[in-house]
């Protein structure tokens, strides 16, 4: 029996098929993709963050000669220190800092015959400018006086905690922190009470006009965070229109931002809500009636307890969305800093990019945490589903179902409101001057900000972002599932694609700097261009969509593969026969999303524009920037239109689809 | 696929076949020959690695150690693509998409055939599966036994050298799986194509195979006809996975004798030494009540216990002293409970014969 030990002994070891090599090969194409779009962009940001940039004065010496030989030789560090130029503050800078040498000499008269000399005493300390490029070398230089007052001396690089610890000590930027904490709590717990009873009256009473409440909670999805923002100032700004139900507050700051983002993350909370409220067990509440428990310690111990997954969720994921927008703080934040806002400052206004990538780590620090709870809470509920429960049907209840539905009619009136008051002042003429309607608002070409031209781009855009993404993500989608073998290779990409839902917008934007400007980087070339905002955009909503496609991947027979490999039909082929076409409504789904997301986004794409691909969210911000809050109004209801429009278009779609496939699909 | 195996050479020949699942053994030293033409069935519990066996001889979840031939040549390492077989999966995995014919043709398509001969080939299956009229309905539209046949006829499209089948019948109800059962045995005989299918209905794998393997825990207990593995289980698990089966604990009391209770029966001992705890097995419908004299070799005294009326026949159990406590089920016919007027109470004289009597070491099941 020695063959038979010899056949038992030797592994065996898979031939790859022809599928098999061309899947891999696939994968590894989607995992640098993914290098390239996230991982290395976070990886230059994160090491920018510890780049500190110091003078180091020690190593300059000086020496003067009045005509009379030359004298002593200086130190720059103790002779600005004992004149009281060189403080600690003015020693930390950025990569772009410069010192003028003549502040070390307080006589320092550009047309006096002094001679000056200067020198590095070492030569990796930053050196000096002088008219031309920078000196390192440890010669002395002499230049006249009119010479030297162009000498300039240069930061040095060294890596560090030094721009944390200057964060910290730094107490405006430190206290955005905490308000931005503020802020994203308080919205939180508002847009989650608010929303936990909209979606209780939509999925648990027989309230009256269901379907019309549900699509109104949803229209918030429509519009840039920055178009509640802009109602607003219309509502409630120096000239508003019902500024007096504030009592004398402010609308521009902490106030504005928290009734903003609420606006605009109510949706968001709706939706996981009501899945959750959904998916509840009726037994549970016949027992409970059985008992004759009360209404409210039913609610209390069946109710909440039951939809706490869906509760611990929607709370996060408002966390998140809150805490790293850009648009409402912009808009309405005033003079309250919030660490978005920090980190748009710090890049724009300061060119301080190493300040912003640390704010931009600090503000990766509640996402990132809100993400792990998230996933650990999704991989519970995924347990809680699969067991088998009865539907829940309600009952009609006179009184609950008018209070909930007098309830939604007055949430829905806000929601409605704060749109309505969009539309109406984009039409108006010269608010609050000359009230009658006009569209001059939407005559963009006469005014800054981008145009009809930035409308044209972002729908360039947000096509060119269902297209590709949905391609790219669906088919991702289809290798990490359906591949086989290759465990490892699966799992990785399995986790970058999870990656971009902890990274907030103004993260990936700053990110996508740092890694794409850098002069040595191959890719440079689509720096400014539409293909980098496209990138950053199917980057930004990967996750998501990723998911969505996977759920709708997994639900098919996990045979078909075998099957198909059995019948000698290339994967390609199936993949194109069977995969995509019974996964249509999914694909659908996902390429809606992103083209939705891509035109509301503002966020990641402010820092990638050019003068050439200008968005019309981008152009929202900028022209309330410049004050023309009316036009700015009419760009972002340009928005509403076009998502709403194409949303619409994707029901029909949907709908004809449904019946075109209806003879296969029932069952 | 062209066969250069000689006379006599299996066509699909599994030689210590080990597939692990991390520190999990799941098939453990598998061998089997499998003649070209045979219906094979693969039997045992749900979770003995039946699947992971086929799946193996497919490709689809390859071996980690072992060799697996096929027609002579290695097909141990080859991806599925590059196996000669058609399989059937419990759920079908049926393109919904598609319709029946194009569900046919899609192993057809892929070998760039001409239209004509395709539809030609597609017809021909219709009819052989009886699915003539259904041609341009989608999967959902059919019921379930028509649905597995529509999945048969697209593994057996392309003349597969091998048919795989996983649980084919177990999705359906009971009295469409008796029906398609007979269809398939006879599609089988038909085309002469080998088959392997995998059940865990010892019903289904005995009316159906020429050849049952039956499989435990990842090993195989037993491989053999219905009728050897039916009439002489190897293993006391065999006996008693197998159709109907009593066990009652006794001892060798010499070479040919095997005592149980205070009765001493012959029996083949097969070697077992003498005063070997062992377990007796003799199956219910092997007890022998008609004209059985007491002085009969094998016969004994028992007591009827109960009475169960099962339509044609009679489950009776019997006990008594000399039985030791212990208790025997036979069937009987109800004639037969008529002529020996039998009641619960009522002493009986029974007769096992001697090579109906099958002994196992005691400790195993
Ligand atoms: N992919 C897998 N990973 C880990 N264990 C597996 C896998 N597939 C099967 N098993 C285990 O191997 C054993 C045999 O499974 P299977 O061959 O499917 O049994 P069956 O005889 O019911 O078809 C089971 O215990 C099962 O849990
Ligand atoms: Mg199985």
Redesign the interface.
């Known amino acids: 029996m020695a063959e038979?030990a010899a056949?038992?002994?030797?592994?065996?070891?898979?031939?790859?098929?022809?599928?098999?090599i061309i899947m891999r090969g696939a994968m590894v194409v989607l995992a640098l993709f993914l290098l390239v779009a996230i991982v290395l962009p976070l990886y230059f940001m994160l090491s920018k963050s510890f780049e500190t940039y110091t003078y180091r004065f020690e190593s300059i010496e000086f020496q003067v000669n009045d005509g009379d030989g030359w004298g002593e030789t200086l130190n720059a560090l103790t002779l600005g220190q004992a004149l009281g130029v060189v403080t600690p503050e003015r020693m930390v800078t950025s990569n772009g800092g410069r010192f003028q040498a003549s502040e070390f000499f307080p006589d320092f008269s550009f047309r006096s015959p002094r001679l000056y000399r200067i020198r590095n005493a070492q030569e990796d300390a930053g050196g000096f400018m002088v008219g031309g490029g920078p000196v390192f070398h440890t010669e002395w230089v002499e230049v006249t006086s009119n010479d030297f007052r162009r000498v300039q001396i240069r930061p040095a690089l060294s890596t560090g905690v030094d721009n944390y610890i200057a964060y910290v000590n730094t107490p405006s930027l430190f206290f955005s922190v905490y308000n931005s904490l503020f802020i994203a709590v308080t919205t939180t717990v508002i847009v989650i009470g608010l929303a936990f009873f909209y979606a209780y009256a939509l999925t648990r009473t027989c309230m009256p006009f269901k379907m019309l409440f549900r699509v109104i909670a949803l229209i918030p999805i429509l519009a840039p965070s920055l178009l509640p923002a802009i109602s607003l100032v219309y509502l409630f700004g120096n000239q508003g229109i019902i500024r007096e139900l504030l009592m004398g507050e402010r609308i521009y700051g902490p106030i504005g931002i928290v009734i903003g983002s609420a606006f605009w993350t109510f949706p968001h909370a709706l939706m996981i809500l009501v899945t959750a409220l959904s998916i509840s067990d009726a037994r549970l509440y016949e027992a409970a009636v059985a008992l004759r428990t009360s209404k409210l310690r039913t609610f209390l111990t069946i109710t909440l307890p039951g939809a706490k997954y869906g509760l611990i969720s929607a709370i996060f994921v408002v966390f998140t969305l809150v805490i790293t927008d850009f648009g409402v703080p912009k808009v309405i934040g005033g003079q309250y800093n919030v660490l978005a806002t920090d980190i748009y400052k710090q890049v724009i206004g300061q060119q301080n990019f190493q300040m912003g990538a640390v704010v931009s780590v600090v503000l990766l620090l509640p996402a990132v945490v809100a993400f792990i709870v998230d996933r650990i809470v999704q991989r519970k509920q995924v347990a809680l589903l699969s067991a088998r429960a009865v539907p829940l049907q309600p009952k009609p209840n006179r009184r609950v179902d008018i209070g909930m539905g007098i309830y939604c009619g007055v949430v829905a009136v806000v929601i409605v409101g704060i749109l309505g008051m969009a539309f109406w002042a984009s039409l108006i003429k010269f608010w609050p001057y000359n009230m009658s309607l006009s569209l001059g608002n939407y005559n963009f070409d006469v005014m800054d900000g981008g145009g009809w031209e930035a409308y044209g781009n972002s729908i360039r855009m947000a096509l060119y972002t269902a297209v590709f993404g949905t391609m790219i993500i669906f088919s991702g989608a289809y290798l990490v599932e359906k591949g086989r073998g290759f465990e490892f290779g699966r799992g990785v990409i399995q986790f970058l694609v999870i990656l971009p839902l902890a990274v907030p917008g103004m993260v990936l934007g700053l990110a996508y700097i740092f890694f794409f400007n850098h002069p040595g980087n191959p890719l440079n070339f689509i720096y400014g261009s539409m293909a980098i905002l496209v990138l950053c955009t199917i980057t930004h909503f990967y996750t998501v969509s990723h998911l969505t496609a996977a759920t709708a991947l997994k639900q098919m027979?996990p045979?078909?593969e075998?099957?198909?490999?059995?019948?000698?039909?290339?994967f390609y082929?199936t993949f194109a026969?069977?995969t995509v076409?019974?996964c249509l409504p999914a694909i659908l789904d996902v390429s809606i999303y992103l083209f939705v997301n891509a035109m509301t986004t503002v966020s990641a794409v402010v820092f990638l524009y050019s003068t050439d691909t200008t968005l019309a969210s981008v152009a929202v911000l900028n022209m309330d920037d410049a004050g023309d809050i009316a036009p700015a109004a009419a760009m972002a209801m340009m928005i509403v239109y076009t998502s709403a429009g194409v949303r619409l278009l994707h029901a029909l779609l949907t709908r004809g689809l449904q019946r075109r496939?209806q003879?296969?699909?029932?069952? | 696929m062209t066969t250069d195996k000689q006379a006599g050479e299996p066509y699909l020949r599994i030689?210590?076949v080990?597939k692990k699942f991390a520190a999990f053994t799941a098939l453990n030293?598998v061998s089997i020959d499998i003649d070209e033409g045979e219906f094979v069935c693969f039997l045992g519990p749900s979770g003995c690695g039946k699947t992971t066996l086929l799946r193996a001889i497919?490709?689809?979840d390859?071996?980690?150690?072992?060799?697996i031939e096929q027609g002579g040549q290695d097909i141990?390492?080859?991806?599925?693509?590059?196996?000669d077989?058609?399989?059937v999966?419990q759920?079908y995995?049926l393109?919904?998409?598609?319709t029946v014919i194009r569900n046919i043709a899609?192993?057809l398509e892929?070998?760039k055939l001409p239209r004509a001969e395709i539809d030609k080939r597609v017809r021909e299956l219709l009819e052989l599966v009886g699915l003539t009229g259904q041609e341009d309905k989608?999967?959902?539209?059919l019921s379930g036994g028509q649905q597995q046949r529509v999945a048969l006829a697209?593994?057996l499209?392309?003349s597969?050298g091998l048919l795989l089948l996983d649980e084919p019948l177990s999705a359906l109800d009971a009295r469409v799986r008796v029906h398609l059962r007979h269809e398939i045995k006879q599609l089988q005989n038909r085309l002469g194509v080998t088959t392997i299918m995998v059940t865990h209905d010892q019903e289904e794998a005995l009316t159906m195979a020429d050849r049952i393997v039956v499989m435990n825990q990842g090993v195989i207990e037993q491989v053999g006809t219905p009728m050897e593995i039916y009439r002489h289980p190897a293993t006391a698990f065999v006996a008693d996975f197998i159709g109907k089966m009593n066990f009652v604990d006794g001892t060798v009391a010499a070479a040919g004798r095997v005592k149980l209770g205070e009765v001493e029966l012959s029996c083949d001992t097969d070697g077992m030494a003498s005063g070997a705890p062992v377990q007796v097995a003799v199956r219910p419908e092997d007890i022998i009540a008609r004209g059985v004299a007491a002085d009969e070799a094998n016969a004994f005294e028992a007591t009827v216990e109960d009475l169960e009326f099962l339509g044609s026949s009679l489950r009776v159990d019997l006990a008594g002293e000399n039985l030791g406590g212990q208790r025997l089920t036979a069937d009987l016919s109800v004639n037969l409970m008529r002529e020996l007027a039998l009641e619960p109470g009522h002493g009986v004289t029974v007769r096992i014969p001697a090579e109906r009597i099958r002994l196992y070491a005691a400790g195993g099941t």
């Not at chain 1, 056949?7 to 098999?20: F, N």
């Not at chain 2, 141990?76 to 196996?83: D, G």
């Open positions: 038979a056949i038992a002994a030797r592994p065996v070891r898979a031939k790859l098929s022809r599928d098999d027979d045979e078909f075998a099957v198909s490999a059995s019948l000698k039909a290339p082929r026969r069977i076409p019974v496939t003879a296969w699909r029932t069952r | 030689a210590h080990i030293d497919a490709g689809l390859i071996q980690t150690n072992g060799r141990s390492a080859l991806p599925p693509s590059e196996r077989f058609g399989i999966f759920s995995a393109f919904p998409n598609l899609y192993g892929n070998r989608y999967p959902a539209q697209r593994a499209a392309t597969p």
